[in-house]
C-alpha cells in the first residue's frame, strides 16, 4: 500500500506544480489584461478607500466629543444621541474649514502665483541692480552667489507654472472628483463606519480570535494599536501642523510686508509635512523670492521670524499636537525620507518616517524578547 501511494503522492506534486508553472505564465502572458482589471477595480472600490480614510482620520475627534457629551449629568437626550451629535459636530468644523480654505485662502495663493510669474524678471533686475552697487568684498558678490542668480535667470516660471496648463489640471481635477455618486458614497461610508464603529471592531475582533491562536492574536491585536496609534497621530497631527505653520507664517510674514506673504506662508506649511528637509527646503526658497521681491534686509528679517517661528513650532506646537507619535532619532528620520522619497516619490517622503518607527517597534520587540528567552534560559 505505502509503494502505491508514493505515486500517487509524487504524481500529485508534479501536477501541482505544473499547474502553478501554466498559472504564472498566464499571469504574466496577460498582465496588462490583469493590470487593466486591478485598474477598473481600484476605479470602483475607490470611494469606499476614500470613505474608510476620511472615517479613520475623523475617529479621535469624533470619540473625544462623544465622550463629553457621555460626561453630561442629567442630559439623558445628549447620551443618547451623543455618537450622532458628535459625527455631525466634526463633519460641520470640517465644512467650515474647507470653505474657509477655498473661498479665502486658494484666490489670495493663485493671484500671488500669477503676480510672481508676471513680474518675476522685473525682480531679478532690482535684485541684481542692488548687488552691483555692493562692495566687491561683499559676500553677494561672490561666484556662488552669482552662480546662483545666473541660474535663476534661466528659469522660465512660465513655462514651469503654465496657468493655461493648471486650469486644465484642474478642470480635470474638478471633473474627475465631481462625480456626485462617488463622492456621495465615499461619505456615506465615512459616516456609517464612525456610526457603527463598535460593531465593525467587535467583528474584526471575534473574526481574529476564530482565525488564529490565543498568543497569535494577543500579538496581532498589540502590533495592530501600536501600529495604529503611530500612523493616525502622524497622519493626523502632520496635517494639522502644516495647517498651523501656513497660518502663522503667513501671519508673520504680513507683519513684516513680505510680499506674496500667504503664498509663502502655506508653501512652508505644505513643505512642513515631509518631516526634517521640509522645512528647510521651504523656509531657503520662501528666503529667495523674498530676496527678489523685498530686498537683503527683508530677506534676513523673513528668516530670523521664520527660524523663531520653527523653533516654537518643533518644540512646543508640535509635540502638543502629535503627542508620542512617532519618537525615533533624527537620524532614522533622515534615512526613512531620503530612501522612501527615492523608491516611492512625495507619498514616500511623507510616509516614510510612520513605517520606518513601526518596523524600528517591531525589532526592539523581537530584540526583547530573545534576550528575555536568554536570560531565562542562563
Known amino acids: 500500500m505505502e509503494e502505491k501511494k508514493r505515486p500517487i503522492k509524487k504524481w500529485l506534486y508534479w501536477f501541482l506544480f505544473a499547474v502553478a508553472v501554466i498559472a504564472v505564465y498566464k499571469t504574466l502572458d496577460n498582465i496588462t489584461e ?27 475627534p469624533c470619540r473625544k466629543i462623544e465622550n463629553l457629551f457621555n460626561k453630561a449629568k442629567k442630559k439623558n437626550f445628549l447620551r443618547k444621541k451623543a455618537r450622532t451629535l458628535s459625527i455631525v ?33 522685473e525682480y531679478y533686475n532690482i535684485t541684481m541692480a542692488s548687488i552691483e552697487r555692493l562692495p566687491e568684498d561683499s559676500i553677494l558678490k561672490s561666484d556662488f552667489v552669482i552662480e546662483i542668480f545666473n541660474n535663476l535667470k534661466q528659469i522660465n516660471l512660465k513655462d514651469i507654472v503654465n496657468m493655461e496648463k493648471i486650469a486644465q489640471y484642474a478642470k480635470g481635477a474638478i471633473s474627475a472628483a465631481s462625480k456626485i455618486f462617488d463622492i456621495f458614497v465615499a461619505i456615506i461610508v465615512s459616516i456609517y463606519i464612525l456610526k457603527q464603529r463598535d460593531d465593525i471592531l ?37 496635517l494639522l501642523d502644516g495647517f498651523v ?20 506662508g502655506f508653501f512652508i506649511g505644505i513643505l512642513n509635512l515631509i518631516p526634517y528637509f521640509g522645512a528647510i ?20 528679517t523673513m528668516l ?41 516619490g512625495a507619498w514616500g517622503m511623507f510616509l516614510g518616517v510612520p513605517v520606518i518607527a513601526v518596523i524600528r517597534m517591531m525589532i526592539v520587540d523581537f530584540i526583547d524578547y530573545k534576550n528575555r528567552l536568554k536570560e531565562k534560559e542562563g
Open 89 to 121: 459636530i466634526v463633519y460641520l468644523v470640517v465644512l467650515l474649514i474647507l470653505l474657509l480654505f477655498f473661498k479665502v485662502i486658494i484666490p489670495v495663493v493663485v493671484d500671488s502665483v500669477a503676480d510672481l510669474i508676471t513680474n518675476f524678471q
Open 304 to 344: 530670523i521670524l521664520v527660524t523663531i517661528l520653527q523653533q516654537i513650532d518643533a518644540n512646543i506646537i508640535n509635540p502638543k499636537i502629535t503627542g508620542k507619535s512617532v519618537k525615533i532619532s533624527p537620524l532614522l528620520v533622515i534615512f526613512a525620507v531620503t530612501v522612501g522619497g527615492s523608491y516611492f
Open 202 to 238: 467587535g467583528f474584526l475582533k471575534k473574526l481574529g480570535k476564530a482565525l488564529f491562536k490565543k498568543d497569535t492574536y494577543t500579538n496581532l491585536e498589540k502590533y495592530f494599536n501600536k501600529t495604529n496609534g503611530i500612523f493616525f497621530n502622524f497622519l493626523a497631527g502632520q
Open 34 to 60: 490583469i493590470s487593466i482589471w486591478f485598474e477598473n477595480l481600484l476605479g470602483v472600490l475607490m470611494p469606499f478607500i476614500i470613505g474608510i480614510l476620511i472615517a479613520y482620520l475623523l475617529y479621535t
Open 245 to 264: 505653520v501656513g497660518i502663522i507664517t503667513s501671519i508673520g510674514m504680513s507683519i513684516i510686508h513680505v510680499k506674496y506673504a500667504v503664498l509663502l
Open 281 to 300: 527646503v521651504g523656509v531657503i526658497i520662501a528666503a529667495i523670492i523674498t530676496l527678489l521681491t523685498g530686498g537683503l534686509n527683508q530677506a534676513i
